[in-house]
């Protein structure tokens, strides 16, 4: 019996802005509780809401980036709930006219190699706040501080065969998203938050599988983990003979397993219906291809690009491009004169060390295509440079004078090297006589010492013709 | 008389007028306030005028409870636009009157405070849900005073009480800090003892409000130069609105009307408007859906009466405070709100309904379509009735509007004039405009009021 | 087609309305009253697609993102039936599972 699994996510990510989604107060993090707040997003009797320009911006560029049609028209919606920390007992969002629908992304698969995952619809909506349940016994604590922040809300058609898949469609998300400019997407800050919905069905039927909804993951290693537990769990209640039932799953990083939530006296009726108090959002075609001309080169783009003119394998480039301050920062390093397939590397070790640590760039590109350079016409052996490296790194600088200063130059100067040879050639007549009786692989031995010797300053190219030169006389 | 006196004797006629129960909250304090602000600075366009605000507006100063339990002692902290405005524009905010609980009702039976008693006869409602308002203006307490609209709830108080009573066009004057209801309704809209008064008020809190999505972009209506005479105007006269079963005071009054609107030179003609019939029972399904869900975020977590002890979680308390905290008018709106909103309702009701509301909206603008002025109905059926005549009843409770309700679904001004008394009681007329022709509206009504006197018997 | 008090106690819990059981008779007989008198739409032969009416502006107007709230005259303390070093509070969740 072999199973297939369906996945298809639903991704919330916060809109880069600078205010609410429906009033003036700042999208700020970490502020003391309740104290961003205005009569609109307490929702106190009288307010009204007013829509955030910036938001419908970013959310229109979103979609764009994802191949999506942006509807020309689309409604905001109320979605009917108690909770206590939804001011209105409604949220505002969009329903059955959303902004955008039908789009398409490209991800790596780690077992189906480069596929494209439908999007079924992106649309606008405000965020609830937050409530924290165990931080007064017996009580629950409610911070509206986040209440009405503008969110997208990203669904995908339920194309995802494996919870590995479903992690890669993330990372190619998060990628598109940061890079179209629409928010910092960071799970950490809940900025991103993702729920999944798996079922499984045996290979070959075409009917869908009653779903699960997968929640509360904060990473995405812990969606992969997360999705695999339900997965597993889902096959071994079928293969038992039992059936699932439609069930809101929690998962638990600690124990890496999902549980079901309380159950439910009756599923939710949302009594969706358009907010009379939003009249229709309008989106002017020029107005939308101004938004299309503001977004940069996308991923796939960059990644086909950087193959085709740096001559780089895609690999390389994926890596790259994986972030935008990465793939600028390799392009001005060959701009600066460094080979570009030496340059992918540099940038792949040693800058990406130095990037996943401090999340900055220290070594200015200048310096680094520099440093390439004296590495590729021999002044620096590569470890040399590794070091002028993490120098400049740490200290600063300008890559030749480190270098002179520690006294990394390589020697090239024939007569210093003609001196460290025949020292090494006086100090070994045993090896030198079996050289010249036939034995040449004794010339790697030779070069060694000659390294050796000059404390590796010697430029092994330029010691080899000398050190041959001096065996054949 | 000095802003002072003015005051000081605002606070005189609203004690004198206690018995009426029109007010939920005034002070002398809070008048020596508003005279004091209005004097310290230029005095705008009106003049220090007193104005009374319904209780559904929000002001700083003074609460506002919606006459219900639910809101009993809150005071917003921030204040209406339409507040701002009209103090801006001089006007002195003399007291909150009392209303129906959250603006549903008809008769001003259902606040949570006692009813308010008519003017005139105090066995007799003075209409709702603006019913507080109408009383105050009509006792001579105030010149003017704010009421809002979401199916009549000015229009038809005006009648009963013998006041003029102006809703502008949907739009005209912005809803931030009118505690929604029907938001695709709700209109703030004035009383005053004459036109002139009402216009300026209604100029004075007009105009595009960027807080407002569904403002008009447009600047504040200038006051409109009254009109001399009607001549020129084709005035319809709409036959489903004068029906055989009129009251015969409502009847002689419009006969009478309707002679001195052609002496002042107007054309009449009968138009018809279609689906004047379900104009009622498609108010009685939007306004209740929307307010489902205005009426969710009183769960009394942000806001709210004080917290009974021992509830054991939070559902509980929405149960307790929603529970205890509505009338049961509130509550039956919100029950069939909730209803036809729900899954396997949806198109059944509120989706029919709205497509019923494009139709409605449709009749009144084919007949202006063809060169009609204004429209001139009754804007009730009969005059003031009974406290108490249509409590047990709700449906007959909705039929109050059966005149004014559909001017609400298509968005348009409308007002009431006294046009005379039917036994003493006032008859109101109803002015129906084009969309976004309040200006005219008045202008024409003004003309009108000259015309007519308001206390003579019509029989 | 009468509406049966459990159909009006499900709604009532859908607007968490709590329900007296003395109310229930009369409630339910209103409720049907109202329903009845307002499904004469629902009596009408379908019709073409119309769109919804809505009066106003046709496009909502967009709001510059720039920090500027509607200011409080009272912090959200003093309006609180409850409030905890500045939070608000309420009884514990059981029953209810967050969204």
């Known amino acids: 019996m072999t199973w297939e699994t369906v996945i298809g996510l639903e991704v919330h990510v916060q809109l880069g802005t600078r205010t609410k989604m429906f009033c003036g107060c700042a999208a700020l993090y970490g502020e003391d509780p309740n104290t961003n707040v205005c009569p609109v997003c307490l929702g106190l009797p009288g307010a009204l809401p007013a829509p955030n320009a910036e938001a419908i911006a970013l959310g229109t560029r979103a979609a764009l980036a994802l191949n999506c049609t942006v509807h020309p028209v689309s409604i905001f919606a109320r979605k009917n709930y108690f909770y206590p920390d939804l001011p209105k007992g409604y949220q505002i969002s969009q329903f059955d006219r959303p902004l955008a629908t039908g789009g398409r992304l490209v991800i790596e698969s780690p077992e189906r190699g480069t596929l494209e995952v439908g999007i079924t619809r992106l649309h606008l909506e405000e965020d609830a706040g937050k409530s924290i349940h165990d931080r007064f016994p017996g009580l629950t604590a409610v911070d509206l501080n986040r209440a009405g922040v503008p969110l997208a809300e990203i669904v995908s058609e339920p194309d995802l065969r494996s919870p590995g898949e479903a992690r890669a469609y993330l990372t190619a998300l998060k990628q598109v998203l940061v890079y179209a400019g629409a928010g910092d997407c960071s799970m950490e800050k809940g900025h991103l938050r993702v729920d999944g919905n798996i079922s499984v069905r045996r290979r070959g039927e075409t009917r869908l599988g009653t779903k699960t909804e997968v929640k509360n993951v904060n990473s995405f290693a812990n969606i992969e983990r997360a999705l695999i537990s339900e997965r597993d769990r889902q096959i071994a209640l079928l293969e038992a003979g039992g059936r699932v039932t439609q069930v809101t799953m929690l998962f638990n990083a600690a124990s890496g397993q999902v549980r079901p939530m309380r159950s439910k006296e009756e599923s939710h009726d949302y009594r969706y219906f358009p907010d009379p108090d939003l009249p229709p959002l309008v989106l002017p075609p020029e107005w939308v291809e101004t938004q299309r001309q503001a977004l940069p080169e996308l991923p796939g783009a960059k990644i086909a690009r950087l193959e085709s003119q740096y001559g780089l394998p895609g690999y390389d480039a994926r890596v790259l491009a994986g972030e935008v301050a990465l793939a600028d920062y390799y392009e001005a390093t060959v701009a600066a004169g460094a080979d570009p397939k030496a340059a992918a590397n540099w940038v792949m070790t040693e800058v990406m060390t130095a990037w996943n640590e401090t999340g900055s760039l220290p070594v200015p590109a200048a310096s680094l295509g520099a440093l390439i350079t004296l590495v590729k016409d021999g002044t620096l052996s590569l470890q040399a440079a590794k070091k002028v490296f993490a120098e400049v790194r740490s200290s600063g600088g300008e890559p030749r004078g480190v270098a002179e200063r520690l006294g990394l130059i390589q020697v090239r100067d024939e007569s210093a090297l003609e001196e460290w040879v025949d020292a090494v050639v006086a100090a070994h007549p045993d090896e030198v006589a079996r050289y010249r009786a036939g034995e040449t692989k004794l010339v790697g031995f030779l070069v060694g010492q000659i390294m050796k010797r000059s404390q590796g300053k010697a430029d092994p190219k330029g010691v080899q013709p000398v050190l041959l030169r001096r065996l054949q006389s | ?459 | 087609m009468r509406i049966s008090p459990d159909e009006v106690l499900k709604v009532a819990r859908l607007a968490e309305l709590a329900v007296a059981e003395a109310d229930l008779p009369t409630l339910v007989r209103q409720f049907n009253d109202i329903v009845g008198y307002v499904a004469q739409l629902d009596a009408l032969p379908p019709e073409g697609d119309i769109t919804p009416f809505a009066s106003g502006p046709a496009a909502v107007r967009w709001r510059p993102d720039v920090v500027g709230p509607e200011p409080l005259v009272l912090p959200p303390a003093a309006l609180a039936p409850a409030f905890r070093n500045g939070f608000f509070v309420v009884p514990r969740l059981a029953s209810m599972e967050p969204e």
Not at chain 2, 198 to 216: F, K, Q
Not at chain 2, 364 to 382: C, E
Not at chain 2, 403 to 415: E, I, K, Q, R
Request: proline residues 9%; neutral net charge.
């Open chain 2, 1 to 459: 008389m000095s802003l002072r006196a003015l005051g000081a004797d605002t606070a005189a006629r609203l004690r004198a007028a206690e018995s009426l129960n029109a007010v939920l909250h005034w002070s002398e304090a809070h008048l020596e306030h508003e005279a004091a602000r209005l004097e310290a600075g230029p005095l705008g366009p009106l003049g220090g005028m007193p104005v009374a605000v319904k209780d559904n507006i929000v002001t700083l100063d003074l609460p506002t409870t919606c006459a219900s339990r639910i809101l009993e002692g809150y005071v917003s902290p921030y204040e209406a636009t339409a507040i701002r405005r009209l103090r801006a524009a001089g006007g002195m905010v003399a007291a909150k009157t009392n209303l129906d609980e959250f603006a549903m009702g008809s008769s001003t039976e259902h606040s949570a405070f006692g009813r308010v008693h008519h003017p005139l006869d105090p066995a007799l409602v003075p209409g709702g849900s603006s019913g507080g308002s109408g009383a105050l203006v009509a006792a001579g307490v105030v010149p003017a005073a704010l009421g809002s609209e979401t199916g009549g709830s000015v229009r038809q108080p005006a009648a009963f009480c013998g006041v003029v009573g102006v809703k502008p066009s949907y739009g005209r004057v912005s809803r931030f800090g009118l505690v929604a209801f029907g938001s695709s309704l709700d209109c703030i809209s004035v009383f005053g003892r004459t036109v002139s008064d009402a216009a300026r008020v209604l100029s004075a809190i007009s105009g595009e409000d960027p807080r407002d999505a569904t403002t008009l972009a447009e600047p504040p209506m200038p006051v409109p130069e009254p009109r001399a005479d009607l001549k020129g105007l084709t005035i319809g006269l709409p036959k489903e609105y004068f029906p055989p079963d009129l009251d015969p005071g409502v009847r002689a009054g419009m006969d009478r009307a309707i002679a001195r609107i052609r002496d002042l030179g107007a054309r009449t003609v009968e138009v018809s408007l279609p689906h004047s019939p379900y104009a009622v029972p498609t108010y009685y399904i939007l306004a209740p859906a929307e307010a489902s869900a205005n009426l969710a975020r009183y769960d009394g977590v942000r806001y709210g009466p004080p917290r009974p002890a021992g509830l054991p979680d939070v559902r509980a308390l929405y149960q307790a405070t929603r529970g205890h905290g509505f009338g049961p008018e509130v509550r039956r709106r919100i029950l069939i709100g909730t209803y036809v909103l729900s899954a396997g309702y949806y198109e059944a009701y509120y989706g029919k309904a709205q497509r019923m509301r494009a139709r409605i909206a449709d009749d009144f603008s084919q007949v202006f379509a063809t060169g009609i002025d204004l429209l001139f109905t009754p804007t009730t059926p009969t005059p003031a009735f009974r406290a108490g005549e249509k409590t047990e009843d709700p449906v007959q409770m909705y039929l109050a509007d059966i005149f004014v309700c559909a001017v609400s679904l298509a968005g348009l001004p409308g007002m009431s004039l006294p046009i005379g008394r039917s036994g003493g009681l006032p008859i109101g007329g109803q002015l129906i405009a084009p969309y976004g022709a309040d200006g005219p509206m008045l202008a024409a009504a003004a003309a009108l009021e000259r015309g007519l006197d308001p206390t003579e018997e019509v029989r």
